[in-house]
C-alpha cells in the first residue's frame, strides 16, 4: 500500500511539473507576427490590428498586404461590418482561460472582426457561384478590413432591399438567433416564445425571425426599448425594470436567453413540460474573468445528465442554407437588420467600447471606404 501511495503522489507531482514547465515555456514563447505586418510590399489594405491584449485601446489601424485570392476563393470588397461581443472577448483575452487556444501573452491571431458586406472584386478560377460585381454578405475571421478573401460556401447574395450596412450585421446575431429558434429551439407554429435580450444585436433578429416562423412572441427589454420590441412584431413585452418574467405565470415552449441573468432553476421553471432552453454563450466584459459563462455551462451540463433538463447552450456555426434562408426573409420584407449607430474603420474602437457598456439597440456598424 504504501509503495502505491508513494508511486501516485511522485506521479502527480511528475504530473504537475510537466504543465508547470509546458505554461511557462508556452507563455513566454506567445508571440504574434505584429511586427511583420506593416513589412509588405506589393498591394496594401488597411485593416484593424491589436498585438497585446487589453481594452479597444489597443486596437490600431494599419497598412497590411491585401489577399489574394487561391482558385477556390473569392476576393471580397468589403463595404461594412459590424462588431460584435464575439471580438472584445479576443481583444481582451477573457475569460482567461480562452488564452489556452488563442495566445497565452499575445494572441496569436492579430486580426478582429467576423461579420461583413461588400461587392466581390474577384474569383478563382474554380468559382462558378459568384462573380465580380455581385453584391455578397457573409462571416470571416479578419474583417475588419478593406477586402477578404472567402469560400464561397461562407457567402451569400445581398437582398436588394437592405444596405451594405444593415447586410453588414447579420452573419453572428443572424445566424445565432436562426438557429437558436430552429435547430436548438425546434420552434414550431403557434407556439409561445420568450426572448431575454430583445433589443439587443441576437435579439432583435431573434424577434423578427420567430414571428417570421409563426411563434407568438413576447420580448424582455427595458421601458426605453419596448417601442422597438413591439414594432418588430413581439406580441408582447416586458419592462425588465419594471416586472420580472421567472415571477409570472405565463409558461414558454421556447427560451431564447440572451442576457443569462437569472438561475437556471428559474429559466426552467418558466417552460411548459416539453420546452427548450437555449442560452446565447459569450457574457459581458466584466463576466468572471478566468471562466466566464462556463460554469454556467458546467452547471448545464450537470443537470442535463442527471436530471435530463432541456436545457443547452449555443454558438452560431456556419451553414450555407441557413445564410441562404436569412437572405429569403430579408428580400420577402419580414426581417430587417435593426442598426443603432454607425462607426468608421478608424472609429472601431469607439464602437467595441460603445457594445461593451451593453445598451446598444440592434446591431452596431462599420463602414469601410
Not at 413581439?234 to 425594470?241: L, R
Not at 463576466?287 to 435530463?308: L, S
Amino acid at each position: 500500500m504504501k509503495t502505491i501511495k508513494r508511486i501516485l503522489k511522485w506521479g502527480f507531482l511528475s504530473i504537475l511539473v510537466i504543465l508547470i514547465v509546458w505554461f511557462a515555456f508556452a507563455y513566454v514563447t506567445s508571440t504574434n507576427d505584429c511586427e511583420q505586418l506593416g513589412k509588405t510590399q506589393g498591394e496594401t489594405m488597411k485593416a484593424v490590428v491589436y498585438c497585446d491584449y487589453g481594452t479597444a485601446e489597443v486596437l490600431k489601424v494599419m497598412d497590411i498586404a491585401k489577399p489574394v485570392p487561391t482558385d477556390n476563393q473569392v476576393l471580397v470588397r468589403v463595404r461594412a461590418t459590424s462588431v460584435n461581443p464575439y471580438d472584445w472577448h479576443f481583444i481582451r483575452g477573457t475569460p482567461y482561460i480562452m488564452r489556452l487556444g488563442v495566445g497565452l501573452r499575445k494572441p496569436k491571431d492579430t486580426r478582429l472582426g467576423v461579420d461583413f458586406a461588400g461587392t466581390v472584386e474577384a474569383v478563382g478560377k474554380n468559382v462558378t457561384e459568384f462573380k465580380p460585381g455581385d453584391e455578397v454578405w457573409g462571416g470571416k475571421g479578419g474583417a475588419f478590413a478593406q477586402y477578404v478573401v472567402i469560400l464561397p460556401k461562407n457567402l451569400a447574395k445581398k437582398p436588394d432591399n437592405i444596405s451594405f450596412e444593415q447586410a453588414g450585421t447579420i452573419q453572428i446575431a443572424g445566424m445565432t438567433a436562426l438557429q437558436g429558434l430552429r435547430k436548438y429551439g425546434n420552434i414550431q407554429p403557434g407556439q409561445k416564445v420568450l426572448i431575454n435580450g430583445a433589443s439587443g444585436g441576437v435579439g432583435t433578429f431573434a424577434v423578427q425571425i420567430a414571428k417570421a416562423l409563426g411563434a407568438h412572441v413576447t420580448g424582455v427589454c427595458s421601458g426605453k426599448n419596448s417601442e422597438l420590441v413591439k414594432s418588430l412584431g413581439a406580441d408582447e413585452v416586458i419592462d425588465y425594470t419594471r416586472e420580472d418574467f421567472a415571477k409570472r405565470p405565463e409558461r414558454y415552449d421556447v427560451f431564447l436567453d440572451n442576457v443569462p441573468n437569472h438561475p437556471l432553476s428559474e429559466c426552467r421553471a418558466v417552460l411548459t413540460p416539453t420546452g427548450k432552453y437555449v442560452m446565447i454563450g459569450g457574457g459581458g466584459p466584466n463576466d468572471n474573468v478566468w471562466i466566464g459563462p462556463f460554469g454556467r455551462i458546467i452547471q448545464m451540463m450537470i443537470q442535463k445528465r442527471f436530471q435530463k433538463a432541456p436545457v443547452t447552450m449555443m454558438m452560431a456555426e456556419n451553414d450555407k442554407a441557413d445564410m441562404n434562408f436569412l437572405s429569403e426573409l430579408m428580400q420577402s420584407g419580414k426581417v430587417k437588420p435593426v442598426i443603432d449607430k454607425t462607426y468608421k474603420l478608424s472609429e472601431v474602437p469607439a464602437a467595441i467600447t460603445y457594445l461593451e457598456q451593453g445598451h446598444a439597440r440592434g446591431k452596431v456598424a462599420i463602414t469601410v471606404d
